[in-house]
């Protein structure tokens, strides 16, 4: 059973850092680095928007336009965890972050639509002016 777990949330003050860290149960070494591993985020009062994904095992990565620049997403296959690095945090950064596996879509823009086969709980980020 594929299980998510995200960590590394919190607090801080607008231009500090923040990295987050999915680890992902229930996949070999190489299931995990042929998924497609991605970041959305969801504010009070929003939808739910997709962040950084990444696929074929690091060779592919997408963001959005709102944080490129400043977010990175990566993968430590043999300890089957994706990182998303955030430098430069912004109040308007400020959401729950989930981590998503199985990311349909994950070589077009159409991964954003958040179709994907498993959710981690989330993790919150809020940055303060």
């Known amino acids: 059973q594929v299980r998510l777990e995200e960590s590394g949330g919190g607090s801080v003050q607008a231009g500090g850092s923040l990295r987050l860290a999915c680890a992902a149960f229930?996949?070999?070494?190489?299931?995990?680095?042929?998924?497609?591993m991605a970041w959305f985020r969801q504010a009070p009062g929003k939808e739910r928007e997709g962040v950084a994904a990444?696929?074929?095992?690091?060779?592919?990565?997408y963001y959005d336009d709102s944080v490129k620049g400043r977010f990175t997403i990566s993968l430590d296959i043999p300890k089957r965890t994706a990182y998303l690095q955030m430098n430069g945090l912004r109040p308007e950064d400020t959401a729950m972050y989930y981590c998503?596996?199985?990311?349909?879509?994950?070589?077009?823009?159409?991964?954003?639509?958040?179709?994907?086969?498993?959710w981690g709980q989330g993790t919150q980020v809020t940055v303060s002016s």
């Open positions: 229930g996949y070999s070494e190489y299931d995990f680095s042929t998924k497609c």
């Open positions: 990444m696929s074929d095992g690091g060779g592919r990565v």
């Open positions: 998503a596996a199985e990311v349909l879509n994950c070589r077009t823009a159409y991964w954003r639509n958040g179709a994907a086969g498993y």
